[in-house]
């Protein structure tokens, strides 16, 4: 069974630019997550997908951040504009459906370095 | 507000030896208390996890220990290995209702050989 795949693996770039991930959940998983991944941190929530419609986006800044989920199966999440702050790893998972989302399976994320 | 406090920070133990990693929680509503192992470069993967109805899980050489009346939890490794060498996160959510996972902020294990 293929894993989450997630591209790019990493990214550089300068403050107020945009920039945009990708996320495919393992098939057959209803529910998709998008985490914030601070060095020295756990991961926190930003977003959660059960199909195309969001659960729970109250952590995502919705000032700057975005996240679609159009088909119900990839998911982009995009920063515009990026702020140093936002330099993490951006983790992507799922799970077969929402009430299952105790067994979350994650993909290997996405480098993001804002300079 | 964190709801899941993680210790220690890190973590350097010998071949052979039994590192504990210690979690404590504040939401008594949590029902399922998963551990995550992430080596560097890689993902989170689930490694073992507990509801609160047993005192202790056991999985080769991982066992976690609850304590529900302190609510605390805590991740035993047998006979650690240097191949054991990861970032461990504890995590905890209400199993039924869907809610969001909450990490721990992670302990990095180093076990030389």
């Known amino acids: 069974e293929a894993g989450v795949a997630q591209s790019p693996r990493y990214k550089i770039i300068e403050k107020r630019q945009s920039v945009a991930f990708w996320c495919n959940p393992i098939?057959?998983?209803?529910?998709l997550y998008w985490y914030q991944q601070i060095l020295g941190q756990g991961p926190k929530l930003l977003i959660q997908?059960?199909?195309?419609?969001?659960?729970?986006d109250s952590q995502l800044p919705k000032d700057r951040f975005s996240a679609e989920r159009l088909k119900g199966v990839d998911s982009t999440l995009k920063i515009q504009p990026a702020k140093l702050e936002d330099s993490a790893v951006y983790l992507c998972?799922?799970?077969?459906?929402?009430?299952?989302?105790?067994?979350?399976?994650f993909g290997p994320g996405t480098r993001l370095t804002v300079t | 507000q964190q709801q899941v406090k993680q210790s220690p920070q890190s973590l350097i133990v010998q071949k052979g030896g039994i590192p504990i990693i210690n979690c404590a929680y504040e939401?008594?509503?949590?029902?399922?208390f998963p551990w995550y192992q992430q080596f560097p470069g890689k993902g989170p993967a689930l490694l073992i996890a507990?509801?609160?109805?047993?005192s202790e899980k056991k999985e080769g050489r991982f066992t976690i220990s609850f304590n529900k009346s302190a609510k605390q939890f805590s991740l035993h490794i047998m006979d650690s290995q240097p191949g054991d060498s990861a970032t461990y996160f504890c995590?905890?959510?209400?199993?039924?209702?869907?809610?969001?996972?909450?990490f721990g902020e992670g302990t990095q294990l180093t076990v030389n050989p």
């Open positions: 998972a799922s799970s077969l459906d929402s009430a299952r989302g105790y067994e979350q399976y």
């Open positions: 098939s057959g998983h209803a529910t």
């Open positions: 997908f059960q199909n195309n419609g969001v659960v729970d």
């Open positions: 939401n008594t509503a949590f029902d399922y």
């Open positions: 507990i509801r609160p109805d047993v």
């Open positions: 995590a905890a959510t209400k199993e039924t209702s869907g809610s969001r996972l909450t």
